[in-house]
């Protein structure tokens, strides 16, 4: 019962911290860590869960020199537990990779999806003037400008894929 209730306060902290601060929080690094985290538990709990079907009988025990016996991290000297803790590393690297590497290459950005920067006479966010100093930005941090400006982008690329359907379309009904 103490667990559900310490669990309970840690997520009613968390929500109200991603709630209150949420535009400033760095979500990726934030989510990439609390990934880190639950890969670290599922490693531990799948040694520890195959060395306990190997104690009852249920999987074979294929030894593993030299020997290796690390219970508080699940790692045991046994192919079994070795080989499902190794594809769990090979599934976090692969996430991280693709987080971190193949995932941000993969946004294609033309010059008609990267807005002018803000602070220079350009138009800035949503059409709006842009501040020319940066202490007549207001309220506007360097975090939200930039937000603004992605989804700027996103919306770009939206809007350019929307025309390129139509113009498919209007050559499949003009055959």
Same mark, same amino acid.
């Given at each position: ?25 760095? !979500?990726?690094?934030? %989510?990439?860590?609390?990934? =880190? *985290? &639950?890969?670290? #538990?599922?490693?531990? @709990? ?35 537990? !070795?080989?499902?803790? %190794?594809?769990?590393?090979? =599934? *976090? &690297?692969?996430? #991280?990779?693709?987080? @971190? ?46 937000? &603004?400006?992605? #989804? ?24």
């Amino acid at each position: 019962m103490a667990g559900i209730i310490a669990g309970s306060v840690i997520l009613a902290v968390v929500y109200v911290g991603i709630e209150r601060f949420g535009v400033r929080l760095p !979500l990726k690094p934030f %989510f990439a860590v609390t990934s =880190a *985290f &639950l890969y670290y #538990m599922a490693f531990v @709990f799948a040694g520890k869960g195959v060395a306990e079907l190997q104690g009852g009988g249920y999987v074979s025990v294929t030894p593993f020199a030299p020997e290796i016996r690390l219970p508080t991290l699940g790692i045991y000297s046994t192919w079994e537990t !070795l080989g499902v803790q %190794f594809l769990l590393v090979v =599934a *976090f &690297l692969a996430a #991280m990779l693709w987080a @971190f590497v193949i995932e941000p290459r993969q946004l294609k950005v033309t010059s008609v999806m990267v807005p002018e920067p803000v602070g220079r006479g350009a138009s800035g966010p949503m059409g709006q003037d842009a501040p020319a100093t940066p202490a007549a930005k207001g309220t506007l941090d360097l975090d939200t400008t930039r937000s &603004l400006d992605r #989804m700027e982008a996103d919306l770009a690329e939206l809007r350019s894929e929307l025309g390129r359907l139509r113009e498919q379309l209007t050559q499949k009904s003009g055959r």
